[in-house]
């Protein structure tokens, strides 16, 4: 940025248009989102502004403000991490912010086990046709009935941005951008991260068919590492969701073998399944 814009007026409408309708977990996803990609003049201007509605969801079951505040930036400061930056440097307290890495990691887990669903999404579930609904109980009988954790990500920020609790797939497996067949996820089998994605027993990745080939052999690859097993993705159930007939049909030389083994990833995803 050039610091052509000296008020960050856009900024604020942003948040303050978000903060009507989206839950207090997404807006802290979006204020960590604006202070990566859109660079405020005045960082600790929105953070005041809108630490309020940012800390809703926290004090219903907290009654400290500062244990609120420290579990605020904590959420915060969570996703601006897996962006590759640190919270510190954009000042938003007279200190540096500094969190317990053992209470950090159990929070990422505990963040995800406490995500709210809205009713409206909850009540979708009796909307489903009879293969729908077969999945869709299966899927939850495993998951919620013991109480595990399930990570939902889509290939596009917009899909992502519905889903209660969602991320990107490259902001939450640490896809590289390009990548190839040795490609893997840059995660650290002693991060919070790696911690988090196998406590997972369920991830759904939305928009599937919109990615490469590649980029979900990287996260295979990646699940049996931090998982220690040669199971297809470390023995996650996993649910691929999209529709091929929004894909255009490329016609370049070279590519239709890429889309035929792209389809051939999907078409062997099925079965791993029913193995749970």
Request: aromatic fraction near 6%.
């Amino acid at each position: 940025m050039h610091g052509l814009l000296q008020r960050d007026s856009c900024l604020e409408d942003c948040l303050h248009e978000a903060s009507l309708y989206q839950m207090p977990s997404s807006l802290r996803r979006l204020f960590a989102t604006i202070l990566v990609y859109c660079n405020p003049n005045n960082p600790r201007e929105l953070w005041e502004h809108f630490e309020e509605q940012m800390s809703l969801d926290i004090k219903k079951t907290e009654n400290d403000t500062q244990n609120v505040r420290y579990q605020v930036l904590r959420s915060i400061s969570s996703t601006i991490e897996s962006m590759g930056k640190d919270i510190n440097s954009y000042q938003l307290l007279d200190e540096d912010i500094i969190f317990d890495n053992d209470e950090f990691q159990s929070r990422e887990i505990n963040d995800e086990l406490n995500v709210e669903i809205p009713e409206e999404d909850v009540t979708a579930s009796e909307r489903l046709n009879t293969e729908q609904q077969q999945v869709y109980n299966a899927v939850m009988d495993i998951v919620r009935s013991n109480g595990a954790v399930a990570l939902a990500t889509a290939s596009l920020g917009v899909a992502a941005s519905i889903l209660p609790g969602g991320r990107t797939a490259h902001s939450r497996f640490k896809l590289p951008l390009d990548a190839d067949g040795k490609s893997t996820c840059c995660v650290s089998k002693q991060s919070a991260l790696a911690k988090l994605l196998c406590a997972a027993k369920l991830i759904i990745w939305d928009e599937a068919p919109m990615t490469r080939k590649q980029h979900i052999e990287a996260l295979d690859k990646m699940l049996q590492d931090i998982n220690d097993t040669t199971l297809p993705f470390g023995g996650k159930v996993i649910v691929f969701g999209g529709d091929f007939r929004q894909v255009l049909p490329v016609v370049q030389k070279g590519t239709r073998q890429e889309q035929i083994n792209s389809s051939l990833v999907y078409s062997y995803l099925w079965p791993t399944l029913t193995k749970f």
